[in-house]
């Protein structure tokens, strides 16, 4: 599809504006944001703080260490975009992130959501 493919004036914007600090950083035609590295990282500390660091799914407190980026909409690479708060191509405003617990926290909502276990690999010796 057209609006899957990368938009290189878009994409040269935001380097001009240092929006993006990974080569692989990209904004497609659509307008959804893919972040690579670096970029993930600061998306990850902006949701955390506009979270206020609660989780999204049962509201208790998740630290930057025991919480989780989450993708709302997840599955194939397209729909894993990094757009939060974002204005796109048609008018929406669209997010596709939020805060979580993480996988390895206390709380269960990440492993819930996506029905996996913990297996812990430390033994008693």
Not at 22 to 51: E, N, P
Not at 78 to 101: I, Q, S
């Amino acid at each position: 599809m057209i609006a899957n493919q990368k938009d290189k004036q878009a994409t040269k914007a935001a380097w001009k504006r240092a929006d993006f600090l990974d080569q692989r950083s990209y904004i497609t035609m659509a307008g959804h944001v893919f972040l690579f590295g670096q970029d993930v990282s600061q998306m990850r500390v902006q949701v955390a703080l506009d979270a206020m660091f609660k989780c999204a799914i049962c509201g208790e407190y998740a630290s930057l260490y025991f919480g989780n980026l989450e993708h709302i909409a997840s599955g194939r690479k397209m729909n894993r975009c990094f757009c939060y708060k974002r204005t796109l191509a048609d008018g929406t405003v669209h997010t596709n992130l939020r805060w979580t617990h993480g996988m390895f926290s206390h709380y269960s909502c990440h492993r819930d959501i996506h029905n996996r276990e913990v297996k812990w690999t430390r033994k008693s010796t």
